[in-house]
């Protein structure tokens, strides 16, 4: 059953063949426009971290797909240090077209050292915040077990939020959300693996 506001859209659909066109139109459309939206968002995303993590310095985008494949079943941006372990990386990815948020620390599992593992996990649960581990995750926060701002990139106050980032506007919430989250866990996990 719609809400109030959903009802009054239908409504107003129906009330003429141009609206009623507006309507299926729009709708057809949100896909390609939520998939810009959130490319859009990622490459914002990539290049604050990028700033902050310099190739020169020894980092590296790890993976990209939340840049060019958005709506994909699992994408992803992470970041990672030359100096880690093959596979270890942080980062953010959006699964079930985008209403699954998960952020943190990775690691394919045939390179996990349980022990490593779980000294991972533990000083992330001391510096950053609780967390979970996973196989594929060492330390990760994610919407099905955390309440965390901006946990459904389908929502309107993400939506809001990715298109003041990609106007340049002040309250750009879910970029500096993101970084600053992510900027934390890169620092805690470097220093861990340095020390």
Do not use: G, R, Y
């Given at each position: 059953?719609?809400?109030?506001?959903?009802?009054?859209?239908?409504?107003?659909?129906?009330?003429?063949?141009?609206?009623?066109?507006?309507?299926v139109r729009a709708a057809q459309s949100f896909g390609e426009f939520h998939t810009k939206l959130i490319?859009?968002?990622?490459?914002?995303?990539?290049?604050k971290l990028k700033d902050e993590f310099p190739a020169s310095d020894g980092w590296e985008i790890y993976e990209r797909s939340l840049v060019t494949e958005p709506l994909k079943a699992y994408s992803a941006l992470s970041i990672r240090s030359e100096s880690w372990q093959p596979t270890l990386r942080v980062l953010v990815e959006a699964s079930s077209i985008c209403k699954v948020i998960t952020y943190g620390v990775a690691w394919r599992p045939q390179h996990t050292d349980q022990k490593i593992k779980k000294y991972i996990f533990d000083t992330m649960n001391q510096k950053i915040c609780k967390g979970f581990m996973s196989d594929q995750w060492p330390f990760y926060i994610q919407t099905r077990k955390n309440d965390f701002k901006f946990s459904d990139w389908s929502k309107e106050d993400a939506i809001i939020s990715m298109r003041q980032v990609i106007k340049g506007e002040q309250s750009a919430e879910i970029l500096d959300f993101f970084y600053n989250e992510l900027v934390a866990i890169v620092e805690v996990l470097d220093n861990f693996v340095k020390g």
């Open positions: 059953m719609p809400n109030d506001f959903t009802q009054k859209i239908h409504d107003c659909a129906m009330e003429s063949e141009d609206n009623l066109i507006v309507f490319s859009s968002f990622a490459t914002k995303l990539e290049q």
